[in-house]
């Protein structure tokens, strides 16, 4: 009876020993997989305020030999890098590749301007044509603008005759 008594005992720690090992793993398995949730949700929330920071407009487009050449400021706090120019030939409504998708990967730094964007890409501007335009940044930010020509698209100006001197009374 003795030998059976400890045959028992020391299969029952086994038990126990494998009972609690499991345990343990398991809780220290879910701790990890909700501590990397919580680490991913930091990091979105991260991503997040910095794309809502980051601001940049484009001050100035010329063509250049029959190529783009845009200005950029970066307006915002945080360093940005355009990554891509997304150009549409809207006037060449007929042919079926009329969207062109070029990198650009060039930074500018919060204050600062870059200028020539556009200029060595394989793209050549036609002037008699109207082109939409669209840059992104690595975070997703964009900023569209429309380029045409006078012959495309009308010039809304508007002229007003005023005499040298304006009576009181008129606003």
Do not use: C
């Amino acid at each position: 009876m003795k030998s059976r008594k400890g045959l028992s005992t020391v299969i029952g720690a086994i038990f126990f020993i494998i009972a609690a090992s499991s345990t343990i793993g398991y809780v220290t398995y879910s701790m990890n997989t909700i501590d990397k949730y919580n680490q991913s949700v930091l990091e979105k929330n991260q991503e997040d305020v910095e794309r809502s920071d980051e601001q940049f407009k484009i001050t100035r487009i010329t063509i250049d030999n029959n190529k783009l050449n845009m200005t950029i400021q970066n307006t915002g706090t945080l360093p940005i890098n355009i990554t891509r120019l997304w150009v549409e030939n809207t006037t060449d409504t007929d042919d079926i590749d009329r969207v062109f998708k070029y990198d650009i990967k060039q930074a500018v730094y919060p204050g600062e301007n870059i200028i020539k964007v556009g200029q060595n890409i394989q793209l050549t501007i036609k002037t008699t044509q109207a082109y939409d335009l669209k840059l992104v940044t690595e975070r997703g930010n964009e900023q569209k603008v429309s380029v045409n020509s006078a012959n495309t698209a009308p010039l809304h100006l508007q002229i007003f005759a005023l005499p040298e001197e304006v009576p009181t009374g008129f606003t």
